[in-house]
Structure formats: structure tokens, C-alpha cells
């Protein structure tokens, strides 16, 4: 059996398990292909794959032509790039791994922060010799915006609570119970752009929260507010974002995510003013690599025996 493991960006999903555990010829690929045809000319022979979260989209289109392939592994519990559906009719079961929150919550807070105080602006200036050009804004007494709070955005919240923040929330089909759990207020939907000094987005991505946040809610917003996104690209109208914090409409924004990965050298966004750029790090840790990598070597020893776990599909 061969295994071909996806996107290994940091050359370390070998070192993160033991795929000796396999009777399994296992090759670890580095590069990310994002050509559907090359894709399918890479993985022609292997009959397990491992994907690392949504990096590698799985349309049926591709799935189609991939007649070796019967265990697809995703990183994390889900994954939206892959076509389910398909990979049922075709036979190919889907299995997740478990993961870890507080990496991303962590990883928030360092765009937070870091958008904040402009550290990476003050790191570079003091290493080309400079001293104290910007001022920073302080978090204590401000307003935390938190759009989703499920278990990353509770987790978010509660951390602005400790840094002395106003915490408000909103998303469809949030409550009054749900957010006094989580010490936030439930706000309407503009409320929440109108006051936020931080607006921090912690949603899944889907039809509904495709470009959720737009030119008109980033108009909302204050001149002086941030936008932090660490959940996924496509939920922040990006063009728009990039516009107004080149306009001076926006006072900064800390991105993780971007509906292209990795992002374009010509993107805007590279360009923007008062930004925090960090490619998709939020679930990069030591811990949840070993996490994902290991729940894949189970995934795959348990469907070699016949018994499938954490099959999604």
C-alpha cells in the first residue's frame, strides 16, 4: 500500500508519528500543488492520502479520477474542501483526526496584540537602527467584538474579559444563555461593526458565511478598529478589506487566513497598511502536530483492519 502525506510545509509529519506502524510505502510531500491535473498526476497509485486541513481542495472532479485512491485522511475533524458525497459514491472513505483549540486562541491574541502595539513595524524599525516611531492602543476598556462564539470564540472572549475589554457577540443563531457562559453580551448584527474596536471572526466557513463581512459591514466600523481573522479567508471580503485599510478607514488587521493559500505575491493584502500578516499558523504547534498525525497512523492502521474510525464518510 502507498500513502502519500500532502502539504507537509515544515518537512516534519515523518518525525510527528510512527508510520513504522504501517505495512505502508509512506512519501511526504512538501510542496503544495494546487493544479488539479498535477494533482491527480501525483497521487495516480497511492490508495491512502492524507490532506492537511483545506490546503488540497477534493472536488468530485478530481475524485473521479483518482480510481486507486480508497481512504482519504483529512487533519482535523472536517473538512469542507472535500466533496463527501462523491467519495461515497466512489467508495473512498473519509476519516478525520482530532486537534487542539488553543492554538488558534493563542495565535488571536498574538495578531491582536501584535496589531495593537505594532510590533513587527517597531521590531523592523529598531533592527534598521530606529527607536520608537508609532503609538500603540491600549486593549483595557475597549470593546471586544467576537463574530462566532463557539468553543474558539468562547475561549477568545473570556481572554478579553482578563485583558479588561467590553465583550460583545453575534451570529445567527447565537443566545442570551450561550454568551453569558462565555461572559460576552448579545448584540444585533450591525451593533456588533458599529462598536467593536477589535472584531475578532470565529466562524465556519460556508454559504452563509462567505464573504459574511463585506465593504458595508467594514464600513460600520470605526476608523480606528481592527480585524482579526484566524478562522478562514473567504469569511472577510478581501478586496474590501485591503481598499478600506489603504483608504485609512480601518485602524489595522491581523490575518491568518486568506481565501487563496498561500497568498498571491501580487495580493493587495501584502500591501496594506497597519496589517499583521502570519501564513496560517493558528493550528501549527508541536502538540497538534502530533495530534493530526497521529490520529491519521490510527485512522489508517484501523481501515487496513477493516474497522474504520472517526469516519466522516
Known amino acids: 500500500m502507498r500513502v502519500a502525506v500532502l ?3 515544515q518537512h516534519v509529519a515523518a518525525s ?9 510505502d509512506v512519501v511526504c510531500f512538501a ?13 495516480a497509485g497511492f490508495e491512502v492520502a492524507v490532506a492537511m486541513r483545506e490546503r488540497t481542495p477534493f472536488p468530485r472532479s478530481v475524485l473521479d479520477r483518482l480510481p486507486d485512491l480508497r481512504l482519504l485522511v483529512t487533519t ?3 473538512n469542507a474542501s472535500i466533496d463527501l458525497d462523491a467519495a461515497r459514491e466512489l467508495g473512498v472513505t473519509v476519516c478525520g483526526t482530532g486537534g487542539a483549540l488553543y492554538n488558534t486562541v493563542e495565535l488571536t491574541w498574538a495578531l491582536i496584540l501584535a496589531v495593537a502595539r505594532g510590533l513587527p513595524a517597531e521590531d523592523a524599525l529598531l533592527r534598521a537602527g530606529g527607536w520608537q516611531r508609532g503609538v500603540g492602543r491600549t486593549l483595557h476598556g475597549s470593546t471586544l467584538s467576537v463574530l462566532g462564539l463557539g468553543n474558539l470564540g468562547s475561549f477568545v472572549a473570556r481572554l478579553g474579559l482578563a485583558f ?7 451570529s445567527t443563531n447565537l443566545t442570551e444563555e450561550r454568551c453569558a457562559q462565555a461572559g460576552a453580551t448579545l448584540v444585533e448584527r450591525e451593533e456588533l461593526f458599529v462598536r467593536a474596536d477589535v472584531l475578532t471572526i470565529h466562524l465556519k466557513l460556508s454559504d452563509r458565511t462567505h464573504q459574511l463581512v463585506g465593504a458595508r459591514e467594514l464600513a460600520l466600523m470605526k476608523p480606528s478598529a481592527v ?11 478581501e478586496l474590501a478589506l485591503a481598499d478600506a485599510l489603504s483608504r485609512g478607514d480601518l485602524g489595522g488587521a491581523g490575518l491568518d487566513t486568506y481565501t487563496t493559500e498561500p497568498l498571491p505575491l501580487d495580493h493587495p493584502l501584502r500591501r496594506a497598511p497597519n496589517t499583521v500578516l502570519s501564513p496560517h499558523l493558528g493550528y501549527v504547534t508541536d502538540d497538534c502536530y502530533r495530534i493530526f498525525y497521529g490520529d491519521a497512523v490510527e485512522d489508517i492502521a484501523a481501515w487496513q483492519a477493516g474497522k474504520p474510525v472517526r469516519a466522516i464518510t
Open 7 to 9: 502539504d507537509d510545509y
Open 227 to 237: 480585524v482579526i481573522n484566524a478562522s478562514r479567508g473567504p469569511i472577510v471580503d
Open 76 to 78: 482535523g475533524p472536517y
Open 31 to 43: 510542496d503544495h500543488v494546487a493544479d488539479p491535473d498535477a494533482l491527480v498526476r501525483r497521487l
Open 16 to 24: 510527528m508519528a510512527d508510520w513504522s506502524r504501517l505495512e505502508a
Open 164 to 170: 479588561g475589554m467590553t465583550v460583545i457577540a453575534w
